[in-house]
């Protein structure tokens, strides 16, 4: 039986990107389901065109201000155009406007921390698919989580995993988390080969289609360090309770072990789409025609322990999360920074951790532990520039 679920109107922070291509293909296959309200983009404006023929939103905005004559011009041939902003300051009132119930937060880096805030106060439920909204932003976000009384619904496929399997679990019945990593580019290559990799070897992901940032992480498994930071904050779990297994057939998203020890999972084929839909349509479950999982064509699903040799980012997630106050922004910048170094070829691949470790170290001793909004955007500002000067330290 196919439930039916009243039209939602929804705006997309980062609409040109992985994450919103995937939720407008949603979008185009449930048109009585979904409305789409806002849209805010980067710098592409030949695809955001597009999207504005097609999805005809009320409000857009670009971070480009540079492209702005050249997006008015495009649509100048419409009859009703939406009204059109840019820079920071136009992406959150987008976040911020009008009817939309849901922003999803597609939007890389600590850039999508200030709409995602204008969001939540507007009384936006999150379609989070911004992990940095929670590393980051984790000491702010919740408390005005709980003050709007919005819902903040996980949108990438291993923290989506894990609230589906938490579905019907009563309070206090979790007692485990297992994240799931396709353990990247890198997952069948000995660590002492990891050296002489290269921008385009680190690129090659085996499972997934993803923006160059995250398929970088993927790689260094930073992603995984920093997903444990945000299932502490989005399930309260301890981080000894959080672990990490390598499954390189991406069918099993997550997992929870509940008091009893017994294991509930969440598969399907890797589509990010399927933890799109869950985040835009929860409680309901919405029918797709999309190819369904065949266990059998599946075929073997295997599991190892992370080499924390390969994968030195891993433990330094923790240690920073355990740490707490700053020291997530902090790693989650500095991290940032040095993939950004690497993917300009300015550092190795094993220069990724080797500056992201020197950062975290200075800061360390200076750690607040109850950081103010303003703090975190000064911790991420200081991480970057300290990035930049611990790269130079390798050269010398």
């Keep these: 039986m196919k439930l039916s679920i009243k039209q939602k109107a929804i705006t997309i922070l980062g609409s040109t990107g992985s994450i919103g291509t995937q939720t407008l293909d949603i979008v185009t296959h449930n ?3 979904f409305r789409v309200v806002g849209l805010a983009a980067g710098r592409n404006i030949t695809l955001l065109v597009k999207q504005i023929r097609k999805f005809q939103p009320e409000i857009v905005a670009i971070s480009d201000e540079e492209k702005l004559s050249e997006l008015r011009d495009a649509i100048a041939d419409l009859i009703n155009p939406p009204k059109i902003l840019v820079g920071a300051t136009g992406i959150a009132e987008v976040a911020r406007y009008g009817d939309a119930e849901t922003v999803v937060t597609g ?8 709409p995602t805030i204008a969001a939540i106060e507007a009384g936006k439920d999150i379609a989070l698919a911004n992990k940095e909204t929670l590393i980051a932003g984790g000491p702010v976000i919740l408390p005005l989580v709980a003050k709007h009384g919005v819902k903040l619904l996980p949108a990438d496929s291993e923290h989506s995993a894990i609230f589906q399997c938490l579905q019907g679990v009563p309070e206090g019945g979790l007692r485990r988390i297992v994240l799931t990593a396709s353990g990247g580019s890198f997952r069948d290559l000995p660590a002492e080969k990891l050296a002489t990799v290269t921008v385009q070897d680190a690129l090659k992901h085996p499972n997934w289609s993803m923006g160059q940032k995250i398929t970088i992480d993927s790689a260094t498994l930073m992603n995984k360090g920093l997903e444990v930071i945000e299932a502490h904050y989005l399930f309260g ?3 000894d309770n959080i672990d990490i297994v390598i499954h390189p057939q991406s069918i099993i998203h997550s997992l929870i072990e509940v008091q009893d020890t017994s294991m509930l999972a969440q598969l399907g084929w890797p589509d990010m789409r399927l933890p799109l839909l ?15 999982l065949d266990l059998v064509k599946a075929g073997n699903l295997t599991f190892r322990e992370p080499d924390r040799e390969k994968y030195p980012c891993m433990e330094l997630a923790y240690t920073a999360g355990k740490a707490g106050g700053l020291m997530p922004a902090i790693l989650n910048a500095a991290n940032e920074q040095a993939v950004a170094l690497f993917l300009a070829e300015k550092i190795d691949f094993l220069g990724i951790p080797q500056v992201i470790e020197k950062v975290c170290d200075r800061a360390s001793s200076q750690n607040n532990l109850n950081p103010s909004l303003e703090d975190i955007i000064e911790c991420d500002l200081w991480a970057r520039k300290a990035v930049l000067e611990a790269e130079k330290d390798l050269k010398n």
């Design 278 to 292: 869950y985040a835009l349509s929860w409680p309901e479950r919405i029918y797709t025609d999309w190819e369904p």
């Design 107 to 114: 939007i890389v880096g600590c850039a999508g921390l200030l």
């Design 237 to 239: 779990m301890d981080y």
């Design 31 to 33: 048109p009585d389901k």
